[in-house]
C-alpha cells in the first residue's frame, strides 16, 4: 500500500481493507468518548461499515479522488528486531475532493488521533505531509478544515498549519449538550502554502 513517510517514527499509509480493519477499529473504540464529541457521526460505526468504507477510500485513492490514510508508529521493539512493523494511532484524510473546476479544485481535511498520543505535535507533522500530498499529487488548490469553535485542540492545529478562518457556520446539534454548535471553516490557498 501507498505509504508517506513522515519521520524515522511516522508514517502515513493508505488502509487496507483486509489487513487493517481490525486494528483501526479497535483503536476507535477506545478513543470514541473523545472522537465522538466533535465528529458524531463516528460513534455508530461497525467494522463491517468500517472495513465498506477502506474499501471506497482506497478505490478514490486509486482514483486520484482523495486519500485517507492511517497514521502509524514503528514500534520501539522491531528496531531491535530490524523489521518493520507498525501501530495504527490515528487516521487523517483528504476527503469530499471537488475537482469540477480545475482553478478551485478543493477538498477538506479530518483527522483523529488516539488520546494516548496527544500533545507531541503528531497531527500538525502528518498533516504537513498531507497538504503537500494535495497540492502536489492531487492537483488541489484550496483545502478547508473545518472545526467546531469548542475544539481548541483542532482549531490550534489549523492555526500551526497556517489555514485562514473564512467563515463561521450556525449548526444543528452537533455537540450533544448543545442546541447549536458554531462551526468555524478554515482555508489554506496552494499559493499561501507555496510561499510560505
Ligand atoms: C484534534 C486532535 C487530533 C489534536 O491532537 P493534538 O495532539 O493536540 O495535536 P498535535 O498532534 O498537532 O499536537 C499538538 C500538541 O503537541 C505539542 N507539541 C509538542 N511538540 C510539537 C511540535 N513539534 N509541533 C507542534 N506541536 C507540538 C503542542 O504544544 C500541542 O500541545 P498542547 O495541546 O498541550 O498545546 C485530537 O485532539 C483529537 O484527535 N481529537 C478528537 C477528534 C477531533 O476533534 N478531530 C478534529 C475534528 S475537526
Known amino acids: 500500500m501507498y505509504a508517506i513517510t513522515v519521520d524515522d517514527r511516522l508514517q502515513l499509509k493508505v488502509l487496507d481493507p483486509d489487513k487493517d480493519v481490525e486494528e483501526s477499529f479497535a483503536v476507535l473504540q477506545k478513543n ?3 472522537v465522538e464529541v466533535f465528529l458524531p457521526w463516528m460513534k ?4 463491517e ?3 465498506k468504507d477502506m474499501q471506497d477510500a482506497l478505490d478514490k485513492f486509486n482514483n486520484g479522488l482523495g ?3 492511517g497514521i502509524f508508529e514503528k514500534e520501539v521493539a522491531a528496531e531491535y528486531e530490524n523489521k518493520n ?3 495504527f494511532i490515528g487516521w487523517c484524510g483528504i476527503i469530499r475532493v471537488k475537482k469540477e473546476n480545475p482553478q478551485d479544485a478543493y477538498a477538506e481535511l479530518s483527522y483523529w488521533l488516539d488520546k494516548d498520543y496527544w500533545g507531541q505535535g503528531i497531527v500538525t507533522k502528518c498533516m ?3 497538504i503537500e500530498f494535495a497540492f502536489t499529487n492531487l492537483e488541489l488548490n484550496k483545502l478547508q478544515l473545518t472545526t467546531d469553535n469548542r475544539n481548541q485542540k483542532s482549531l490550534a492545529v489549523a492555526r500551526r498549519l497556517n489555514f485562514k478562518l473564512t467563515d463561521i457556520k450556525v449548526t444543528k446539534k452537533l455537540c450533544p449538550e448543545e442546541d447549536l454548535s458554531k462551526l468555524e471553516v478554515h482555508m489554506l490557498n496552494k499559493n499561501d502554502w507555496l510561499s510560505q
Do not use: A, V
Not at 44 to 47: E, M, N, Y
Open 32 to 34: 470514541m468518548p473523545y
Open 44 to 47: 455508530d460505526r461497525t467494522i
Open 49 to 51: 461499515k468500517d472495513k
Open 67 to 69: 486519500s485517507e490514510m
Open 85 to 87: 512493523s507498525w501501530k
Open 128 to 130: 504537513q505531509k498531507l
